[in-house]
C-alpha cells in the first residue's frame, strides 16, 4: 500500500479505511492478540481500531508511519478493553449469592489438554509463551522490535516512552527471557 498519500489528506474515506484494513488488519489482529491473548477479544479490537481510525484520521500527525499509529490506537483499544474486562469480573465477584456467601461465577480455567501442553513445549511455542509471561512493560517493546521490526524511535512513540527507556526494557526483556527459558531446560 502506498500510504504516502495519506500523509495529504484530511481525511479518509470508505475505500481508503478499506484499504488501510486490507494491508494493516493482519498486523493490528495479531498486535491485539499479543496484547490480550484471546481471539475473539483481538476480533473486537481490531474491528474498533479500524473504526477509531476512521473516525480520527484527522488527529493523524504524520510524524510516523500509518502503522505504527494503527498499533498505537491498537494498544489503546485493548487496554480499554482489559480495564473494562477487569472492572466487570470485579463487580461479578464481589456480588454475593442469596445465602450470603460469595459468589464466584465468573468462568475458571480448565487445565491445558495434552495436546496443548506437547504444543507448548515446542521451541517456537515455548519462546512466545515465554514472551507472553514477561510483564507488560518488557513484552511490548519486544514484540514490537522483533515481531513488527519498529525503529527505537517509533517504539518509544507507540508506548509514550523515552528511546532510551526502550532500549532499556528490551535488554532486560531478552535477559528475562533467556533466564525462564534457561530454567525450564535444566527441569526437562
Do not use: C
Amino acid at each position: 500500500m502506498q500510504e504516502h498519500y495519506l500523509y495529504d489528506v484530511a481525511a479518509i474515506d470508505v475505500e481508503d479505511l478499506r484499504a488501510l484494513m486490507e494491508h494493516y488488519g493482519e498486523d493490528v489482529w495479531k498486535y491485539a492478540y499479543f496484547l490480550t491473548g484471546d481471539p475473539h477479544l483481538a476480533d473486537d479490537i481490531a474491528q474498533e481500531t479500524f473504526i477509531r481510525a476512521y473516525r480520527s484520521f484527522h488527529t493523524f500527525r504524520r510524524e510516523s508511519s500509518v502503522k505504527s499509529w494503527l498499533l498505537k490506537i491498537t494498544r489503546n483499544t485493548a487496554f480499554t478493553a482489559q480495564r473494562r474486562a477487569f472492572l466487570r469480573k470485579a463487580v461479578l465477584l464481589d456480588s454475593r449469592s442469596p445465602d450470603g456467601s460469595p459468589s464466584v461465577s465468573a468462568g475458571h480455567r480448565t487445565a491445558p489438554s495434552a495436546e496443548e501442553t506437547v504444543i507448548a513445549y515446542e521451541t517456537e511455542a515455548e519462546l512466545w509463551q515465554v514472551i507472553m509471561e514477561l510483564p507488560r512493560k518488557f513484552r511490548d517493546p519486544l514484540i514490537l522490535r522483533f515481531h513488527y521490526q519498529f525503529s527505537m524511535e517509533e517504539i518509544a512513540e507507540i508506548l509514550n516512552i523515552s528511546v532510551g527507556t526502550v532500549k532499556s526494557r528490551i535488554h532486560r526483556a531478552k535477559q528475562k527471557a533467556a533466564n525462564i527459558l534457561k530454567g525450564r531446560k535444566i527441569y526437562d
